[in-house]
């Protein structure tokens, strides 16, 4: 066994890591909303008002922070009128993004708002800039957060919501570069600039305004966000970026059926995402030094080609240990630059993309993906604190080993993710400025391709794991293909 070095200094505190770094996203796409969170009263699946209970206990169990809605690509052409009021009179649309069926807006704001409070998570609104209106989107705001006496505010009482909403993040317009809009940054920044002047703090509630950032590397959109906008205008601007394991929309690969060096490909794309974010940062840093602009990953994750069988429009793949090693990355990715990343939303949280909860029927499992978010999450709220490791690498030069620590209330959070297909790896991790007495460990680890599916929903899932402390310094031994999570007191 490769043995490595790797060092912790708890007294150099770097940064705190936002809840909201542990973010997901829900989409009117495929079977995201519809069967898979959002059932209606009348169904033989156990729900409170439509929305399936066994889906509120899991999402309470990764301590989901935060969940940002309707879309997407979907939030462009989303007019929340059309889902307010009773089910009967709720005016039908096509969706004509995702695969071009009925959207009956049954799932709505109200029960949007009432996910989130069964929760226990922020609610992350995405307005429609691309075909809506600024009165269409001030009046949105209005009736969510303000108490009383205007047309707005009594009509969502009329609707069975007395008090008003808490909601801090408004997305305002999404992907506006490709399917919001197709606009030129020169043009959404103004138009972003004019629309959230319209958004207004009522009732004690203070709006967190995010602007459509980049796409991927394109640095130029960001440097033309931040030349023109500044913390009176915008919160954080939101970069997209999603991990094609052959790096071609037209043929992505299979998210279950790959080789080792897709595998590492896999990886090697996922690490891009360090790149992309120092390189938005940069440009960030350049006009907003004092840093009060936060970056959010808005959307990320592994996007495949869709489970052979289902509709294409509705983007429905299998989550397998690849996919475990991807979010492991991603998010110590995340918590290593949370001095600027104040939120990251994973695409998507049920039955589209990298989910971490798949639905058949009154079905549901956790998958692979849903397990790193749980070993991860006591790094919620946490400092990151420095760490190193000397590392190895990979037969695609990719480094085989990522991590990152946090402290919060006295206990140290280490997560740590073998890459490597090939070798496991002794890691001896020398421990500063941290009185450590006990320690307690979990651990995911399987053969790549495995997955969790309805026959066998257990097939991946979370062992405990005996991590040793000798001499004050931290040994764990990490089998290829696994994420750790150890917790030090
Ligand atoms: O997550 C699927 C789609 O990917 C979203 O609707 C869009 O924002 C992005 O292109």
Redesign the pocket.
Same mark, same amino acid.
């Given at each position: 066994m490769k043995k490595i070095k790797m060092s912790i200094n708890a007294l150099d505190k770097k940064s705190h890591i936002n809840p909201e770094i542990y973010g997901h *996203?829900s989409?009117h #796409?495929g079977r995201c909303i519809y069967n898979g969170i959002y059932v209606g009263k009348d169904s033989s699946i156990p729900n409170t008002n439509g929305i399936r209970n066994d889906v509120i206990e899991a999402f309470k169990e990764i301590k989901m922070p935060v969940l940002r809605w309707p $879309? $997407?690509? *979907? !939030?462009d052409e989303y007019h929340w009128k059309d889902g307010i009021g009773e089910n009967e009179t709720r005016k039908k649309m096509v969706n004509t993004?995702?695969g071009g069926v009925t959207e009956d807006n049954s799932f709505g704001t109200h029960e949007f708002m009432q996910l989130c409070e069964l929760v226990g998570c922020e609610p992350y609104i995405a307005g429609n800039l691309g075909s809506g209106s600024i009165q269409e989107l001030a009046e949105w705001v209005e009736y969510m957060t303000l108490d009383g006496g205007t047309p707005m505010s009594e009509l969502r009482k009329k609707n069975g919501r007395e008090k008003p909403w808490k909601l801090k993040y408004l997305g305002i317009g999404?992907?506006s570069w %490709?399917? %919001?809009g197709t606009m030129r940054p020169e043009y959404y920044v103004d138009e972003y600039r004019r629309y959230q002047s319209f958004c207004k703090n009522f009732s004690g509630n203070t709006l967190f305004k995010v602007a459509c950032g980049p796409?991927a590397d394109d640095y130029s959109w960001t440097e033309c966000l931040m030349k023109n906008l500044n913390k009176f205008t915008a919160n954080a601007i939101a970069l997209?970026y999603?991990t094609l394991p052959t790096g071609s929309w037209d043929k992505k690969g299979s998210a279950t059926d790959f080789s080792n060096e897709e595998y590492y490909d896999t990886v090697s794309r996922t690490l891009f995402m360090d790149e992309l974010i120092t390189r938005h940062v940069e440009i960030m840093n350049r006009y907003n030094p004092e840093k009060d602009i936060g970056l959010i990953v808005?959307?990320w $994750?592994c996007?495949y080609d869709v489970e052979p069988g289902t509709n294409p429009g509705f983007?429905y793949q299998q989550n397998t240990m690849r996919d475990a090693i991807i979010a492991a990355l991603n998010l110590n990715i995340f918590n290593n630059h949370s001095d600027r990343v104040v939120m990251a939303n994973i !695409?998507?949280a049920v039955n589209? #993309?990298q989910s971490v909860i798949l639905t058949d029927g009154e079905k549901l499992l956790k998958t692979p993906t849903f397990h790193v978010f749980d070993l991860y999450k006591t790094h919620q709220g946490g400092e990151l604190v420095y760490s190193w490791n000397e590392n190895e690498k990979n037969s695609n030069g990719t480094p085989a080993i990522s991590q990152s620590v946090s402290v919060k209330d006295g206990k140290m959070t280490v997560t740590i993710a073998n890459t490597s297909l090939e070798s496991d790896y002794e890691i001896e991790c020398d421990l500063y400025g941290f009185d450590a007495k006990s320690v307690s460990a979990r651990i995911l680890t399987s053969e790549v391709h495995s997955y969790n599916d309805f026959d066998n929903i257990d097939n991946v899932s979370v062992k405990p794991y005996n991590a040793e402390l000798l001499g004050g310094k931290l040994i764990v031994k990490l089998p290829e293909c696994s994420v750790l999570s150890v917790v030090i007191e």
């Open positions: *996203f989409e #796409l $879309g $997407g690509c *979907f !939030a993004n995702w999404n992907e %490709g399917c %919001g796409s997209h999603y808005d959307e $994750g996007w983007l !695409a998507q589209v #993309l």
